[in-house]
Nanobody
Framework: QVQLVESGGGLVQAGGSLRLSCVASGGIFSWYAMAWFRQAPEKEREFVAARAWTGGSTLYADSVKGRFTISRDNAKNTVYLQMNSLKPEDTAVYYC?????????????????WGQGTQVTVSS
């Protein structure tokens, strides 16, 4: 089975940057679709970004397009979320997810494996 461990969350002022990391173990990482979702207090889980299997496409929520970048390092079994120009509205718990089918969709139910989440707090 696949296990995912996120890191890199923290506190940052509006306009700042953070890079989240998610390390995967188990399976063939290059075949996974990897995604980031987030959940703010009192809100449902929200799609942020996804990357399909290596050589596939990327997908971003409109709210983060142009500010966030998802990337992957297959040699390290790691997916990253580079977050720039952060806004208070970005405050949430961020979750890494993997789909072994490699599709890279924006639907949370398409992802079989999830990390524990990492808190991102953006102050105004």
């Amino acid at each position: 089975q696949v296990q995912l461990v996120e890191s890199g969350g923290g506190l940052v002022q509006a306009g700042g940057s953070l890079r989240l990391s998610c390390v995967a173990s188990g399976g063939i990482f290059s075949w996974y679709a990897m995604a980031w979702f987030r959940q703010a207090p009192e809100k449902e889980r929200e799609f942020v970004a996804a990357r399909a299997w290596t050589g596939g496409s990327t997908l971003y929520a409109d709210s983060v397009k142009g500010r966030f970048t998802i990337s992957r390092d297959n040699a390290k079994n790691t997916v990253y979320l580079q977050m720039n120009s952060l806004k208070p509205e970005d405050t949430a718990v961020y979750y890494c997810a993997a789909d072994l089918r490699g599709l890279g969709t924006l639907v949370d139910s398409d992802y079989e494996y999830w990390g524990q989440g990492t808190q991102v707090t953006v102050s105004s």
